[in-house]
C-alpha cells in the first residue's frame, strides 16, 4: 500500500472521436463523478479491490482521428440517438472538450505522400507528447478505428492498424486492440512489443453475439449434446454497420466469431453468420441466433436467442477495463500478451474458449495484479 | 484394474412406465446394442472414463407404478408421438418386456389402508426381492413419479415420495430424486441415510429453462450487468404439464427455478414464471425467457431465449448418468448427499449454482471415483 | 363543403392525467405544430381526406381525473422515461398546460358520500361547463382510466366508468371507451344513448398483441391450418401494468383477446395469456405469442411472435382517431354503436373480426362520413 | 349440376419425385382415403363446394423427372425425416407406385444432343400419352423443379422450365408455376397460352416467410406505422435448400419476396433477407423476420417473427389446390393468367398484395367457377 498520490495514466484511443470512443470518455466522467453506477464496468467488481488499478479519476484521454466532429458534438449526437442518457453531454463537457483538445489528425490520408516508417514516427511524436504533457506514468494505445478489411495477400502496404501498433510499441506504450484489424499480429509486431517489455493484448471486443456464444456454447459440450448448426444474423446501423457493409470487414469480423464456436465445441457445426447493416437501427444492434442440436436418441431440439443491445455501451466499460489491467501489467513490467484477458476477445490470443473458464483466469490475473499470488 | 466381470447394478424407478422411465429404459438398451451415439450422456464423455462406473450393458431396470400400460406398449406411444425413434420400441422389444416384468404396483393409492410404515416396508421389500432375484450387487432408487404438490402444512400423512426415499434406505440404496417432490428432505430422512452409510442425490434434474438460466445468468454478473428482470414462459404437454396445471405443483417446480436464478445473481429479479400445459404440444416442450438489464450508464438491453427440446429425451440420458454415478458412490462408500451433482438438478443440494461451475466440480468428483484424486 | 371556419371540438379524457392521455395532448399539438409528421395516426391517410373530420388544432382537451400531477410534469416524467421525445414537453407547454387547466378532480372516492346520480350530475355538469366555457360545437368523451377489475355480480354500486358513460350521455356527447373497463356496457346505457341520438365506440384499444392476433389469425383459418394452442405472454411496466397484476382486471383484458382470437379461428384454442407487471419495463411492452398449428397430414409446425412497443404511443394516436371519427359522426346524426370502428377495438361492438376486413369497413365508414356512400 | 360420372384430369408434376411432388401425390392418397382430414388444403374450405372442381379421387399423376429413385422409396425417406407420417409410404403404396409408372425421364441433361424445339416436342409428347393412356378429360402441368438460377442476359438457350411451359401448351394442358423460374415468363409464351385459350397461374408458391409477410406488412399499412427496416433469414436443408446455396438461385427466390413487402408498404424497407443452407435441418424450415418500425412522434418499435415449418407440407397441399382450381378454369374455357390466384403466389401475374384482400379475390374466383358470379 502506498501513500504518494496514484500516478496519472494516459489512454490514446486510435479513432477517438467515434462512438465507442466517445461513449468511453464521456462515460468515465459520468462515473468518476458519481452521476452513474458502475454498470457494466467488469473491474469496478470486488474482485479487483487491491489490484493496484489506477482509478478513473486519474485516466487522461487523447488520440488519433481523422474526423473533424469535437467530442462534445459528438456526444449530444449520441444523446439524440438515445446512447448517452440525455443531459450527460453537458454535465461532463469540460471532461469532453479537454480529451478533444488531445486528439490529433492520425492517418494515413488516401494521398498521403509519407512512408510507413515516417507514419510510424509521426504517431509516436505525438503520444510521446501527450504523455510528456501531461505528465503520465505511462499510457496504453487502445485500437478503436472502424473494422478494417482483411488486408489483401499482395498489398505491399501495411494496413493502418499495424502503424498504429508500432507507433505504440515507439512510444513504450501497452496496446490494446479492440479491433479484428491486424494491430499487433503484423508479421515481427509482437516480437518487438515483447523485446521492448511491453504488454498486449487483443483482439476484437466480445460484446454481444459472441459474448452470449462463449457462454453458451460449453453448456452444449458438457452435456453431450451435439450441436449440428449454430446460425446468426447480426443487424446493426451506426458507424461500425456501414463498415460491415464491406465484405472483407464483414470477413475480418466473422472470423472470430467462427473461432469462439470451433474452440467451443470442438468441431465447427454447419450455419453461417450474417452481418447487415441497417441504418434505421442507429446504434442499436440485435443478434439472432439459432441453434439446432441432437438429444438423447437423435432427438432434434432447437434454441433460439435474440439479443438486442447498444454497442457502444456494450464496448465503453470494456475499453476502461482494459485500458486499467494493462496500465497495472506494464506497471509491474509483464511483456507480451497479457494471459487471462481472453474474457474481454472474441479471438483471444490465450485459451481458453468458455466464459466462465475466461472469467477464473481473469480473476487470476487480478490476483496476479494484486500481488496475492 | 479387475479381471472379474462387472457386478450387475440394479436401477429401481418410481415412476417406472412414465415418459421419462420408458425412455431411460428403451435408450439403454438402444446405446448398448449400438443402435445410436450416446448423445446427451454425459458419462459417455472422456472424463469419465477410469472412473468405474458400471456399464451401461450392466444396469438391470424394475420400478414402482400404479399405471397398468406395460412398457413395450408406452414406448409405441411415445414413437408415435416422434419422442422415441420409429422402429426403436420393436428393436428393444426383449428389454422392454424384461424391465416390465420387473414392475410393481406401488402406491399408495386412495383408499389405502396400510399405514406408512407399512407401505415403506412393502416398498422395501419390493426393492429387495428384484435385487435378490437378479443377483444384483446393489441397487440405486430414482425418483421419476409425476410432480407432488407442496405438502401441506397441516397434513399429518407423509407424501409418497418420502415414503419411497424411507424404502430406498430400508431396502439399503443409494437414492436420486429427480423431481421436485419432498423425498429425502422428510424430517429425518437425511440423517438415516447418513447414518446407513447411503449416497443420494437431488432434486429436480434440470433439463430445459434452468438449465440454460444457469449457464446464462453468470454470464451477467461476470460482466457487472445488472439483470432488472428475468421472466419467463414454459409450455409442455404430456403427463408432466398436466400435473403442473396444479398451482400447488407449479410451485413446487418454480421454487428451484426462482432459487437457481437468485443464487446466480445474487438478488431475485423482477419478474415471473409460468408453467403452461398445453395438450397439443405432448411430449414437447418450450420455454421462453425474456432477460431486461441495465448496461453502461443505464443503457436498457434485452435478451430473449426460445428453447424447444423433448422433456423425456432431455432427462433420461442424466437418469442414467446419475445411476451410474451413485452406484459407484455406494461402492467407494460415499454417504450423504454426493458433491459435486449440482450440475444435474435445479435445486441442489449444494453450491455453487453456475452451471460452468457446477461442471468443474462434477469433474473433480469423477477424478475422486476415478481415484485420481 | 363548407366555408364556414371549423368547429371547435372538445376532448374529454376520462383519466385526463395518464400516460396515454399526456401522449395524446402532447402529441396532438407537436402534430399540429408540425414538429412530427402524423405516423401512427390512422385518420391521417389519404382514405380521410374530405370526410369531414375536424381539423387536429380544432380539438380542446380537457377531463377528470383524481392525480394531482400537472400535464406538464407528466409529459417531462414520458419524457424520461424515453415515451416522448426528449425537448417536447418544452416545446409544447403551453398546450399542456393549457389542458390542464380543464382538468376537474373526478372520483369517485373511496370515502365520497354522493350517490351515483349526484356524481353522474357533477360529472356531466363539469363537461357542459368546459364545453360552454370554450365555444365548442360538440365534445368526444374518451374513457382512458386505469383498467377496471370486472364488477363482481352483486356489488350494488355501479362500476366508476359506467358513471361517466351516464355523464357523456346527461351532457349530450359522443362517447369512446378505450379500456375493458364496463362503460356504455352497463344496463340500459347503450339504450340511453340511442335515444338521445349519441353515437358510441367501445370497447379496450387494440395496440399491440391482439393487434398482431387480428392479423394473423386469419391467415390460419383462410389457408384451413389448424391451431392447435394460441399462448401468450404479456410484459408490461407503468400505471396498466401494476393495475394489470390485479386478477380480476386482467381477467376483464382478456376477455377481450380470447373473443378476437375465437371470433378470427372459429374455435377457441388451447393456451393460455399472462400479463405480468414487471416494473423495470416502464412504459414499454413486449408480448410473446406461440402458435402450434397442424398443417397437411398433421404436421406439425410452429409460428412465434415478439411484439415490442411503447403503450402510450401505440394508443395516442387512436384516441385522436376516434375523437375524430366520433365528433363528425355526431356531427351527421348517426347514433348508437358506429358501425366500422372494430379497426380499433380488442372487443368490437360489431363483426368482422378479421384485422383486414375491419379495416375494409373503416375505410367505408370513411366514404359514409364523407357523404361519398 | 351433372349426373355424368367425374370426369378424370391429369396433374403432370415437372420434378415428379422432389418432396413437394412425393407428398403431394402421397397426401393426395391419404386424403382419397381417408387416413387425414383435409388440413392445410384451401379448397377443401366450404367456400368451394359446389365450384365444379375435381375431386381428389379423380385426379391422376404423372411427370418429368431425372432423378431414378422411384416415388415409394422417396416416400420412406420423407417419412424417416419427419415429413410424412410413419406408415403413410405403407398405406398408400399402391398410388405411389402408379404415379412412379407414369413418371418419364425429363431434361434436358447436360450433353443432351437435341436442340430446344425437339426437346419440347418431346416433353409434350410425354404429356398427351399420359393424357390419351389414362383417359383423361384434360391435364394440368406443375412445375415443381428445383429453383432455378435466374437466366445470364446472354445464354442463347432457353431455361428448362422454358421448355416446359412451352411443352404444356404444345400439349394443350393448363399450367402452373410453383417456383421462381422463368416459365411462362419467357419471351412470347404468354401470349402462345392465351391464343391457346388455355388457362396459367404462378408463380413461386407462398408457403412460409412471404405468406407471413403478406398477413403483417398491410397491418402497418393500415395503421400508418412507418416500416423503416424489414430484415430476414431463411435457414433450410434438403433439396432447395441445396439449390438456394448458389446465388443466382437465391436471387430468383429472393426477387418475389422483395416484391411483396415493397408491394404492400408502398416503399421497400431497408434490410436484407438470407436463405441459408443448413442441411441439418432436413426437409424443415426455420425463418426469422425482424421488422423495426417507427410509431407516433417517432417511437422506435420492433416486431420479430419466427416461422418453423415443413417446406413440403406447406407446398403439397397448395399444389392440389392449383391443379383443382386450373383444371375447372380450363374446363370454363377461362384462358392467360386466372385472375383470382395471387394468394398462392409469391410473385402473382396480379394484384393486391395483401394476403386478406388476395384472399377475397379467391373467393370472387370461386364464386365464377361455380356459376355464382
Same mark, same amino acid.
Given at each position: 500500500?502506498?501513500?504518494?498520490?496514484?500516478?496519472?495514466?494516459?489512454?490514446?484511443?486510435?479513432?477517438? !472521436?467515434?462512438?465507442?470512443?466517445?461513449?468511453?470518455?464521456?462515460?468515465?466522467?459520468?462515473?468518476?463523478?458519481?452521476?452513474?453506477?458502475?454498470?457494466?464496468?467488469?473491474?469496478?467488481?470486488?474482485?479487483?479491490?487491491?489490484?493496484?488499478?489506477?482509478?478513473?479519476?486519474?485516466?487522461?484521454?487523447?488520440?488519433?482521428?481523422?474526423?473533424?466532429?469535437?467530442?462534445?458534438?459528438?456526444?449530444?449526437?449520441?444523446?439524440?440517438?438515445?446512447?448517452?442518457?440525455?443531459?450527460?453531454?453537458?454535465?461532463?463537457?469540460?471532461?469532453?472538450?479537454?480529451?478533444?483538445?488531445?486528439?490529433?489528425?492520425?492517418?494515413?490520408?488516401?494521398?498521403?505522400?509519407?512512408?510507413?516508417?515516417?507514419?510510424?514516427?509521426?504517431?509516436?511524436?505525438?503520444?510521446?507528447?501527450?504523455?510528456?504533457?501531461?505528465?503520465?506514468?505511462?499510457?496504453?494505445?487502445?485500437?478503436?478505428?472502424?473494422?478494417?478489411?482483411?488486408?489483401?495477400?499482395?498489398?505491399?502496404?501495411?494496413?493502418?492498424?499495424?502503424?498504429?501498433?508500432?507507433?505504440?510499441?515507439?512510444?513504450?506504450?501497452?496496446?490494446?486492440?479492440?479491433?479484428?484489424?491486424?494491430?499487433?499480429?503484423?508479421?515481427?509486431?509482437?516480437?518487438?512489443?515483447?523485446?521492448?517489455?511491453?504488454?498486449?493484448?487483443? !483482439?476484437? +471486443?466480445?460484446?454481444?453475439?459472441?459474448?452470449?456464444?462463449?457462454?453458451?456454447?460449453?453448456?452444449?459440450?458438457?452435456?453431450?449434446?451435439?450441436?449440428?448448426?449454430?446460425?446468426?444474423?447480426?443487424?446493426?446501423?451506426?458507424?461500425?454497420?456501414?463498415?460491415?457493409?464491406?465484405?472483407?470487414?464483414?470477413?475480418?469480423?466473422?472470423?472470430?466469431?467462427?473461432?469462439?464456436?470451433?474452440?467451443?465445441?470442438?468441431?465447427?457445426?454447419?450455419?453461417?453468420?450474417?452481418?447487415?447493416?441497417?441504418?434505421?437501427?442507429?446504434?442499436?444492434?440485435?443478434?439472432?441466433?439459432?441453434?439446432?442440436?441432437?438429444?438423447?436418441?437423435?432427438?432434434?431440439?432447437?434454441?433460439?436467442?435474440?439479443?438486442?443491445?447498444?454497442?457502444?455501451?456494450?464496448?465503453?466499460?470494456?475499453?476502461?477495463?482494459?485500458?486499467?489491467?494493462?496500465?497495472?501489467?506494464?506497471?509491474?513490467?509483464?511483456? +507480451?500478451?497479457?494471459?487471462?484477458?481472453?474474457?474481454?476477445?472474441?479471438?483471444?490470443?490465450?485459451?481458453?474458449?468458455?466464459?466462465?473458464?475466461?472469467?477464473?483466469?481473469?480473476?487470476?490475473?487480478?490476483? !496476479?495484479?494484486?500481488?496475492?499470488?
Amino acid at each position: 500500500m502506498t501513500t504518494e498520490p496514484p500516478e496519472r495514466v494516459g489512454v490514446w484511443l486510435i479513432g477517438a !472521436r467515434g462512438s465507442v470512443a466517445t461513449t468511453t470518455v464521456a462515460g468515465r466522467a459520468a462515473l468518476a463523478a458519481g452521476l452513474h453506477p458502475p454498470t457494466g464496468l467488469v473491474t469496478a467488481g470486488p474482485a479487483f479491490a487491491g489490484a493496484g488499478l489506477p482509478p478513473l479519476e486519474q485516466l487522461v484521454f487523447g488520440g488519433h482521428d481523422t474526423h473533424p466532429t469535437p467530442l462534445p458534438k459528438r456526444a449530444e449526437q449520441l444523446a439524440e440517438a438515445g446512447v448517452l442518457p440525455h443531459g450527460l453531454p453537458l454535465a461532463v463537457a469540460d471532461d469532453l472538450a479537454r480529451a478533444d483538445a488531445e486528439i490529433r489528425p492520425g492517418g494515413p490520408q488516401p494521398d498521403d505522400p509519407r512512408t510507413d516508417e515516417e507514419l510510424v514516427s509521426a504517431f509516436a511524436a505525438d503520444i510521446t507528447a501527450f504523455a510528456a504533457h501531461n505528465g503520465l506514468a505511462r499510457t496504453v494505445v487502445v485500437h478503436l478505428a472502424s473494422t478494417e478489411p482483411v488486408p489483401a495477400a499482395d498489398d505491399p502496404r501495411a494496413p493502418a492498424s499495424a502503424l498504429y501498433a508500432a507507433a505504440a510499441i515507439e512510444a513504450g506504450c501497452a496496446y490494446v486492440n479492440f479491433t479484428p484489424a491486424t494491430g499487433m499480429h503484423a508479421p515481427g509486431l509482437a516480437e518487438r512489443a515483447a523485446r521492448a517489455g511491453l504488454p498486449h493484448a487483443g !483482439r476484437d +471486443g466480445k460484446t454481444g453475439q459472441t459474448l452470449l456464444r462463449a457462454a453458451l456454447a460449453p453448456m452444449f459440450a458438457q452435456r453431450e449434446l451435439a450441436v449440428r448448426a449454430w446460425s446468426g444474423t447480426n443487424l446493426l446501423g451506426g458507424g461500425d454497420g456501414a463498415t460491415l457493409a464491406d465484405p472483407r470487414a464483414a470477413a475480418a469480423k466473422n472470423a472470430g466469431k467462427a473461432r469462439a464456436l470451433a474452440d467451443n465445441l470442438g468441431d465447427e457445426p454447419e450455419g453461417e453468420t450474417h452481418i447487415d447493416h441497417v441504418p434505421a437501427l442507429g446504434d442499436w444492434k440485435t443478434a439472432w441466433d439459432h441453434v439446432a442440436f441432437d438429444g438423447f436418441l437423435g432427438t432434434r431440439m432447437v434454441l433460439q436467442t435474440t439479443w438486442q443491445g447498444c454497442d457502444s455501451a456494450l464496448a465503453a466499460p470494456l475499453v476502461l477495463d482494459l485500458a486499467r489491467l494493462l496500465a497495472r501489467a506494464h506497471a509491474l513490467g509483464l511483456s +507480451g500478451p497479457v494471459p487471462g484477458l481472453g474474457f474481454f476477445f472474441k479471438d483471444p490470443d490465450t485459451p481458453p474458449p468458455g466464459l466462465a473458464e475466461q472469467h477464473r483466469e481473469l480473476l487470476a490475473l487480478a490476483d !496476479r495484479l494484486a500481488g496475492r499470488s
